[in-house]
């Protein structure tokens, strides 16, 4: 029998490397799939490309707690119910010191990235079934700090709580609530924070994050998408409450 045989999923941020290439994953383990995404043009690409009828999509900034409503209403509705949500959508911001970052980017950044898991925990938990599991997509900047970056790695931290306090209120119907922790990943995100770091030599760039990394590169997003797996489908039933970190040993040093 596959994973997630007749479950259904919500995936947040789905025109992301993380989120498309979990919906793969989740496609071919049986799932029922909500994608959601702000980005309308790149959900409808997906839709084409993965062309399964499991498979639906609603626009949404998932920082409006009526899009968020809208889209877990949407789910139900075609789908019946609601027994995953991968609450992955974020964003990166800018990279500038904390003395010269722009308090719009920073509220934009805190409204998307910590408001917007909020809501979906908000909205999502009272239409999940017994036994369902969410994942947080945090970073290693929710676990380390990173000059910079302060508006992300905040955002991050954050979401480890809003994680545990959903992991406590969640248990009674079984609901497990997990945060994962990825290093940099190989994708859109990590290209620009590179370019904000130095616009002359991401190469270079690229180059010092991975000497910070034990097992010497980025990961890819089938690793990370690999992980989500695992915690959507029930191999994973005891664990929740926890900060799964997937980082080639980044927060080992």
């Not at 609601?82 to 800018?94: L, R, S, T, Y």
Request: hydrophobic share 45%; aromatic share 8%; proline share 3%.
């Amino acid at each position: 029998m596959k994973q997630l045989e007749e479950k259904v999923v919500i995936v947040t941020g789905a025109a992301g490397s993380i989120g498309k290439t979990a919906v793969k994953l989740f496609l071919e383990e049986g799932a029922k799939i909500m994608l959601v995404d702000i980005d309308e043009a790149q959900l409808i690409e997906i839709v084409n490309e993965y062309s399964n009828k499991n498979l639906r999509y609603c626009v949404a900034d998932v920082s409006k707690a009526k899009d968020v409503e809208f889209y877990v209403n949407e789910t139900v509705r075609i789908f019946g119910q609601i027994d995953v949500f991968f609450n992955n959508a974020g964003i990166e911001g800018v990279v500038k010191p904390i003395v010269d970052y722009p308090e719009e980017v920073f509220d934009e950044v805190i409204s998307v990235n910590v408001k917007g898991i909020w809501l979906g925990n908000k909205y999502v938990l009272p239409n999940m079934n017994e036994g369902g599991s969410i994942i947080i997509t945090s970073s290693v900047a929710g676990l380390i700090g990173f000059a910079n970056l302060s508006a992300y790695v905040t955002s991050k931290h954050a979401l480890v709580g809003i994680m545990r306090s959903t992991a406590i209120e969640a248990a009674p119907l079984k609901i497990r609530v997990n945060t994962v922790h990825p290093s940099p990943v190989n994708n859109r995100m990590m290209r620009s924070i590179e370019e904000g770091y130095s616009s002359n030599d991401e190469d270079d760039i690229k180059s010092l994050f991975e000497k910070a990394i034990p097992l010497k590169r980025y990961a890819e997003p089938i690793e990370i998408a690999k992980l989500v797996l695992f915690l959507a489908s029930d191999s994973s039933q005891y664990i929740t409450g926890t900060t799964l970190v997937i980082d080639g040993g980044m927060c080992a040093i």
